[in-house]
């Protein structure tokens, strides 16, 4: 999981560059990586290919690809999505920094796939709550969620207090 974390710490990245962005494209990049790879393991996984919650939408290319169209375009929108799922691959290499999972289950074989062959890193888990068992064992997962969820329920609020005063 990690949702809270990737949505308000990770925007939070872009420090004064976020303001510039639209708000929810910028959000739904945060979230894209998972909002792809989650659903494809939980429905259709795990299979020797879909092998973990982070496949196709946790590579490299699928960055560059958004990054190379946001250059194309030069819209606003495309540059949020561009910006939010590049902080979606620092939190969650952060995460691996500190979590440190055998080599199997590492994000080092998304991000470079295929360069380590066609395959992903394996999960440890085979459904949606065992995934969340295991992250709420994780200091950094739930870290991440606190301080992501404090962050947005502070802009919530002054943005409350703005339009009502
Ligand atoms: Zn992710």
Avoid: N
């Avoid at 990737?6 to 639209?22: M, N």
């Avoid at 739904?28 to 393991?41: A, E, Q, R, T």
């Avoid at 301080?147 to 009502?164: D, F, M």
């Amino acid at each position: 999981m990690f949702v809270l974390g990737h949505l308000g710490v990770g925007s939070r990245l872009l420090f004064g560059w976020r303001a510039r962005l639209p708000a929810l494209w910028l959000y739904l990049g945060c979230l894209l990586p998972d909002v792809i790879d989650k659903p494809l393991f939980y429905l259709f996984g795990p299979t020797p290919l879909i092998s973990g919650t982070r496949t196709f939408g946790h590579t490299a290319l699928f960055l560059l690809a958004w990054v190379l169209l946001a250059l194309l375009l030069r819209r606003p929108w495309s540059t949020a999505l561009a910006a939010g799922i590049a902080t979606h691959f620092l939190l969650d290499v952060a995460g691996e920094m500190v979590s440190a999972p055998d080599p199997e289950s590492s994000i080092w074989l998304a991000i470079f796939f295929p360069a380590f062959g066609v395959r992903f890193p394996v999960a440890h888990f085979a459904t949606i709550l065992e995934h969340l068992e295991i992250s709420a064992q994780s200091g950094y997962v739930l870290a991440g969620e606190l301080v992501g969820g404090a962050i947005l329920l502070s802009a919530w609020w002054r943005g409350r207090r703005r339009s009502a005063g």
